[in-house]
């Protein structure tokens, strides 16, 4: 079975610092991993995905993750904080039925970022 | 990339009564699936929308409940049936194409039950 851990459900940065939003995930097979985010009253925007290519995964608005397999770790990170970060984030692994992809997404139980000015 | 539309994208509605909530995809996906998002919380996948077929329900999620439909590749619909208050939450529509690999959501429809 598969499913993800979110070390931290809050995380306070001032503006202009650096960003960490850890996460854990457990998977009998090679896991395909995503990082979304939900800002207040809104959709989920997809940040950025892993499917077992580059291990370090570049997304949208200056984000990245890396995939850590010995360490079974996704943790994401942006070099500096923006105001408009401020919303929930949400690391996410796909759900496997044998080594195939079903295309249900587990949650983990989010973490919501504040950025302080 | 596909496009998810959602309605109603928000309702206030009566305890005891029923919602249906549209998905229309704006091409065929393999795949489409609904979540619930209850307040404070996480996303839980409650069903996948089967094409031609009853929905596949995950635990603790029955049809009774929840009955859906899928009777095409780009359309599904949820039913919140006999609502309480603990009905209150978000419900997002999904779909996946098993081709590209990629997976989109709607924007959620907002209920709250009274």
């Known amino acids: 079975a598969q499913s993800v851990t979110q070390l931290d459900s809050h995380v306070s940065v001032s503006e202009g610092t650096p960003v960490l939003l850890r996460c854990n995930y457990s998977?009998?097979?090679?896991?395909?991993l995503f990082w979304y985010v939900q800002h207040p009253n809104k959709g989920l925007q997809l940040l950025l995905k892993y499917t077992s290519a580059a291990t370090l995964v570049k997304g949208i608005n200056g984000f990245e993750a890396e995939f850590k397999k010995s360490e079974t770790s996704f943790h994401l990170t942006k070099p500096s904080a923006h105001m408009s970060d401020a919303a929930e984030y949400f690391c996410?692994?796909?759900?496997?039925?044998?080594?195939?992809?079903?295309?249900?997404?587990?949650f983990g139980q989010g973490t919501t970022l504040q950025v302080k000015p | 990339s596909a496009v998810i539309s959602q309605k109603p994208s928000r309702d206030i509605c009566q305890r005891g009564t029923s919602l249906t909530i549209q998905c229309q995809v704006d091409?065929?996906?393999?795949?489409m699936f609904w979540y619930r998002q209850q307040p404070g919380q996480s996303l839980t996948l409650i069903a996948t929308a089967n094409q031609g077929s009853e929905a596949t329900y995950e635990s603790g999620f029955v049809i009774d409940k929840f009955p859906i439909s899928r009777p095409n590749l780009t359309f599904s619909t949820l039913t919140v049936s006999n609502m309480s208050p603990e009905d209150s939450s978000i419900y997002l529509c999904?779909?996946?194409?098993?081709?590209?690999?990629?997976?989109?959501f709607g924007e959620g429809s907002r209920l709250t039950v009274l």
């Open positions: 999904s779909a996946w194409d098993r081709n590209t690999g990629e997976l989109f």
């Open positions: 091409s065929q996906v393999t795949m």
């Open positions: 998977s009998s097979y090679s896991p395909s």
């Open positions: 996410v692994v796909s759900s496997r039925s044998g080594s195939s992809n079903t295309g249900k997404l587990i």
